[in-house]
């Protein structure tokens, strides 16, 4: 246990759980989408859904796909903000049945036309949990840093990135595979110990049937 699991994380209020973890949220989406957003559509769900403007977890999340920190005094005013950064935003209720009370779908469009699609918890004392990428089950809390490789399901991708990354001397921590079906888009969520170079990334995201490759820093 680390100290910051007894006090809770430094954040712009009222609530570790639905702002200072709904701001890390939309910063994880940001990290996947790997573009400027222009445009979120965001679903909530549970406590989430029926506390969002008196908790700010409207002004957190949009925060955090703007790229602040739980500790930016400019969270107060993220939605304004966000029309100064371009950002179209919408917000609707839903529900996911079985799903943490304080879950977010994060649906995001970058100036390029890229798109991202993530389901993400806040689990209480500011922590985090994405379940979902992309349609593809992941499970990772962001608290390390944490390698996206988004590739085609074929013999020897995933030996080749993870030779890779014993040669560069990175120890993985925890990984896991996603892939609806064989043969097809997948995902590895690979959690590591220590840092990932740039010239690692940059290798990685040119071996054959790797799609992407994101590094989100622990956050």
Avoid: W
Wanted: charged share 15%; proline share 3%; net charge neutral.
């Amino acid at each position: 246990m680390q100290i910051f699991d007894i006090i809770g994380p430094v954040m712009i209020g009222p609530s570790s759980s639905h702002t200072a973890g709904a701001c890390r949220l939309g910063r994880v989406a940001r990290k996947i989408l790997a573009d400027r957003p222009i445009k979120a559509r965001i679903g909530l769900c549970g406590s989430f859904a029926q506390t969002y403007r008196g908790h700010g977890t409207d002004k957190a999340l949009i925060a955090g796909i703007l790229d602040m920190h739980t500790y930016d005094s400019r969270l107060r005013n993220a939605l304004t903000l966000a029309g100064d950064e371009g950002l179209e935003y919408e917000f609707y209720l839903t529900t996911i049945p079985g799903a943490h009370p304080n879950t977010a779908i994060i649906e995001l469009t970058g100036e390029s036309g890229s798109t991202c699609h993530i389901t993400g918890a806040s689990i209480g004392g500011g922590n985090i949990i994405v379940t979902n990428i992309n349609g593809m089950d992941v499970q990772f809390t962001g608290q390390y840093n944490t390698l996206i490789v988004l590739h085609k399901d074929t013999p020897g991708v995933i030996a080749a990135v993870t030779n890779a990354m014993a040669s560069s001397g990175t120890n993985i921590g925890n990984f896991r595979l996603s892939r609806p079906q064989k043969g097809g888009e997948a995902v590895m969520t690979i959690e590591v110990d220590g840092d990932v170079s740039d010239s690692m990334i940059r290798f990685l995201r040119e071996l054959k049937y790797i799609t992407g490759v994101v590094l989100i820093r622990a956050i």
